[in-house]
């Protein structure tokens, strides 16, 4: 069953909310289509991350079904709205409203963070990341379709943001997305401090038992994180704290049965 939703909302027409199988590929994502169309894949405390722009550890309060059951969220948006990386903000926290009643309020906490900065010199990236040819935002319009004659394109350079154990994937989108991925994974707030514009793609490949670069041995021979971060992108972590704003659940449902 599909929900139609009343023709005042500002932005979803259709959505479809089903619980990802537990013996299947779980790895979240988010997929902007041409069309009007948004695919995801991801908890619910990771939705209300993606509604209000914060990083996982912004969100405060989610109960433990909500950090753990994983969703595969289709969205159709109404006739004249469109889906690009400004406006899933607005889309996740309609269906955060309407299929999982959430409610949430701001606040602010002193937290941990790290401070993402260059680690060569300015202008000088990794080899691993590049700026992009392609615009995964959607605020310039779809792409244009891919021919027959096009090359495939290399893993790092297709659009979107994926990630699984010991690899990241992006392809066309700022380096702000990747920070909220950084986060979820050294523990900590990732600020951007780059001083890198516009769209990258990047490749990151690193043990995923060595992710806060602890010298314990890994039982691959890929770098921890931290040391990944600078042999392939040319980017570094730094310690420091800061005041940050939060989200807090204040009440949260598991949706009806699609």
């Not at 921890?224 to 704290?241: D, N, W």
């Amino acid at each position: 069953m599909q929900i139609a939703y009343a023709q005042d909302r500002p932005m979803v027409e259709v959505a479809s909310v089903k619980l990802h199988p537990p013996d299947e590929n779980a790895q979240w994502m988010i997929s902007p289509q041409p069309g009007g169309r948004l695919i995801m894949r991801m908890t619910p405390e990771r939705l209300v991350s993606v509604a209000y722009r914060v990083q996982m550890d912004q969100v405060v309060n989610a109960p433990s079904w909500a950090k753990s059951d994983t969703y595969d969220i289709l969205v159709k948006v109404r006739e004249g709205a469109a889906v690009n990386i400004d406006t899933i903000g607005p889309i996740a926290r309609e269906l955060l409203e309407e299929r999982f009643q959430a409610t949430t309020h701001m606040g602010t906490r002193e937290l941990p963070v790290y401070l993402l900065v260059a680690a060569r010199e300015p202008g000088s990236t990794g080899p691993r990341l590049m700026p992009s040819q392609m615009d995964c935002t959607l605020r310039g319009g779809p792409p244009p379709p891919r021919t027959a004659a096009d090359p495939a394109p290399a893993a790092a350079a297709r659009c979107g943001l994926t990630q699984r154990a010991g690899q990241i994937n992006m392809g066309g989108f700022p380096i702000d997305a990747f920070t909220r991925v950084l986060s979820s994974l050294a523990g900590r707030v990732v600020v951007n401090r780059t001083g890198l514009e516009g769209n990258w793609d990047l490749d990151l490949e690193f043990a995923p038992d060595a992710v806060t670069g602890s010298p314990a041995p890994s039982a691959t021979d890929a770098p921890s994180l931290f040391t990944a971060l600078q042999e392939q992108l040319g980017l570094k972590l730094e310690s420091g704290r800061a005041p940050v704003p939060v989200v807090v659940v204040d009440n949260i449902a598991r949706p009806t049965a699609d």
